[in-house]
């Protein structure tokens, strides 16, 4: 639970970095959104959000597809290894990078262990824990994530001060949690559903014993596991990658669980939160704030986002995944709706900025309390053993190549119909979603 919670918190600063560092590095590379000349400023725009895109972009057409080959040769553990070395090395290098494509590049790889880290650890906490406490634990997933973008937004707060410098120190600063996630994962247990999927039961008994209360439990958990296996070959075979891949859209069953993972994860990014995490800093600039008073702003953003987290790891599995959805879904709407709104009101009004950031944060604790941690949990108990990995490539990939759209367009949005154009947006794409 431990490493799975630093893999999330991995997850979490990785995002935000850039969140300050937009400040500062388009400068530094002569690409500033506020040029004087309009055509400029437009291409700034577009090379700042693609930028920013980047780690979505590849996580979601690189990363997450890799995690069934990777998963299947090397284990969960082994998978969530080679994602921490590529967060790692690849935030260090974008701290040196000396052109804006180089940062393009170090950005890319990045995207390529966020979604394989991301497909593999909801999976891998899932199948290790107890089915009392699994929707918890998997939901906790989000939790530990609004922790690393607190840990990243005090990071950019840490270095705000460093001058030109700043932006390379709040992007680098990334690969503090990835080097204990990286010395630690092998500590702990393998999936047992995993081992047994490869014939290695007695493994498997180990690993439960580690993960259960008693012996008892670890052999009624052993058994369990293996009927649902017996059952799920026999009903789905083996398959090749590409065979599992298309099984995806051809057996109803699989089928259901592939349309419903894509609704709930397209609906997550339609409501804009990652715009907030990207952004917070220019949108609190937007708003009137000063440099330091954004950076203030967007840490409480990841404090709220956290503290939020807290509840819904207990009522995901008292009051019900599709009820959370049902009761936070509309609430992030109008909250969103309205922190738009406030744009309207005077820049001399002192109630202007409190008021935007009172709304983004009611939005924040609406979405961290279901619309946020519902849609990984289910997309990771949804599908079947056999295509889990699959799935979960799937669901992440939809994700986070949202998220990437999102990103690439808000800088120019934002240009073209200021803060509470693109509020508005999101808050109709979200209803419509």
């Keep these: 639970v431990i490493l799975c919670s630093i893999a999330a918190a991995v997850q979490g600063w990785d995002q935000t970095g850039s969140n300050g560092a937009n400040l500062s590095f388009p400068e530094e590379f002569g690409i500033s959104t506020m040029d004087a000349d309009p055509a400029k400023a437009s291409r700034n725009q577009w090379i700042v959000g693609v930028i ?89 997933w989000l939790m530990w994530i609004a922790f690393g973008v607190f840990l990243g937004f005090c990071a950019n707060l840490a270095f705000f001060q460093m001058g030109r410098l700043a932006w390379r120190f709040q992007l680098g600063s990334a690969f503090l949690p990835a080097l204990p996630l990286l010395i630690g994962i092998f500590s702990c247990p393998e999936s047992p ?35 649902q296996l017996e059952k799920e070959f026999a009903a789905l075979g083996k398959s ?17 669980a592939t349309v419903a993972s894509f609704t709930v994860m397209i609906a997550q990014q339609m409501c804009g939160i990652n715009i907030i995490a990207f952004y917070s800093s220019t949108i609190f600039r937007d708003a009137g704030y000063s440099t330091l008073s954004a950076l203030l702003a967007s840490m409480g953003f990841g404090l709220v986002a956290f503290i939020s987290s807290f509840p819904a790891v207990w009522t995901i599995d008292t009051f019900g995944r599709r009820n959370l959805l049902l009761l936070t879904f509309p609430n992030m ?19 202007r900025v409190p008021l935007i ?35 979960m490539s799937w669901s992440t990939a939809t994700c986070l190549f949202w998220s990437s759209v999102l990103s690439v367009t808000f800088p120019r949005l934002q240009a073209a ?17």
Aim: positive net charge.
């Design 240 to 256: 090749s990658y590409c065979k599992r891949f298309i099984e995806l859209f051809t057996i109803p069953r699989i089928r259901r």
């Design 417 to 433: 119909t200021g803060s509470i154009g693109a509020f508005s947006f999101y808050a109709v794409t979200w209803s419509l979603s």
């Design 357 to 391: 950031a009172l709304f983004i944060y009611i939005f924040t604790i609406f979405y961290n309390s279901g619309g946020g941690p519902v849609p990984s949990t289910y997309a990771a108990e949804a599908f079947p053993l056999t295509h889990r990995e699959m799935g």
């Design 193 to 227: 559903r995993w081992l047994m999927k490869k014939n290695r039961y007695e493994q498997a008994y180990e690993s439960l014993c580690r993960l259960r209360n008693s012996e008892l439990q670890a052999c009624r958990d052993l058994f369990y596991i293996h009927s």
């Design 52 to 140: 920013n895109a980047a780690p979505y972009l590849s996580a979601s057409l690189i990363g997450c597809w890799t995690t069934d080959p990777l998963n299947n040769l090397f284990g969960r553990r082994g998978a969530i290894f080679i994602s921490a070395i590529f967060c790692m090395l690849s935030v260090i290098g974008s701290g040196f990078a000396q052109t804006w494509p180089q940062l393009f590049v170090t950005r890319l790889l990045l995207g390529i262990g966020m979604g394989l880290k991301g497909s593999t650890v909801p999976v891998f906490t899932s199948e290790s824990s107890p089915s009392s406490i699994r929707g918890g634990l998997v939901m906790s």
């Design 333 to 351: 709407a109008w909250s969103l709706l309205a922190a738009g709104l406030c744009f309207l009101i005077p820049s001399n009004s002192s109630a």
